[in-house]
């Protein structure tokens, strides 16, 4: 399994956009590049991500270097994984469920509770609320190619959106890039998933988040 040891920032969820992003820059990054389905999908855009926590919340920053950008998603809840999208999947309190938080490169997210693929039930506009979350592109339709572009997305998770009412010793998660309508197909993930075909929702190829 794998794990790393994230940082703790006091607060971290009181600090404004630009306080945020430019306090988790300095993190130290954990690279999204394991290509688990090389044959099908060999393309492997740039992707690191930047954790850290605080008594209350997980705050998370996405950087990414890719050479098609895609937003087209706009409303919540809407397809955002057929955009440059990145994702996070966590283990909740009762060990029977997960949520995913996915966001497209222009800030649109889909959230929800599962068991399952099929069994999802999506966070409302309230629930959803509580999730910040802002991206270096404005929020409105993108369709660009050219090589290496960059954008980053940033999102503040209280642990209670989670389920837990404090915070974990440790949490089971996985995070992902994909882009399922980008003209170079991917999934790449934090943590490698051990299947034939490409499946992100697999809670059993979880790592470890240390707090």
């Not at 009181?14 to 992003?21: C, D, G, M, V, Y």
């Given at each position: 399994m794998k794990t790393f040891k994230a940082q703790y920032i006091p607060q971290v969820e009181?600090?404004?956009?630009?306080?945020?992003?430019l306090t988790l820059s300095s993190v130290e990054p954990q690279s999204i590049d394991c290509v688990n389905w090389p044959a099908e999908f060999p393309y492997a855009p740039a992707v690191n991500f930047k954790l850290a926590y605080s008594d209350k919340a997980l705050a998370i920053l996405f950087e990414v270097t890719e050479d098609h950008v895609r937003g087209m998603a706009t409303e919540s809840n809407g397809p955002v994984w057929q955009d440059s999208c990145v994702e996070f999947f966590?283990?909740?309190a009762d060990g029977e469920h997960y949520i995913n938080i996915e966001m497209n490169c222009i800030g649109t997210i889909l959230a929800a509770r599962r068991t399952c693929r099929h069994d999802a039930k999506h966070f409302d506009a309230e629930k959803m609320s509580a999730i910040r979350h802002f991206t270096s592109l404005p929020h409105e339709q993108i369709d660009?190619?050219?090589?290496?572009?960059s954008w980053w997305a940033a999102e503040v998770i209280p642990f209670e959106a989670l389920g837990f009412s404090e915070k974990p010793e440790s949490l089971r998660a996985n995070l992902y890039k994909c882009g399922d309508k980008c003209d170079k197909v991917h999934f790449l993930s934090w943590s490698p998933i051990g299947l034939l075909k490409p499946d992100f929702h697999c809670?059993?190829?979880f790592g470890k988040l240390r707090f």
């Open positions: 009181a600090l404004s956009n630009e306080q945020l992003r966590i283990m909740t660009s190619r050219a090589e290496g572009q809670p059993e190829f």
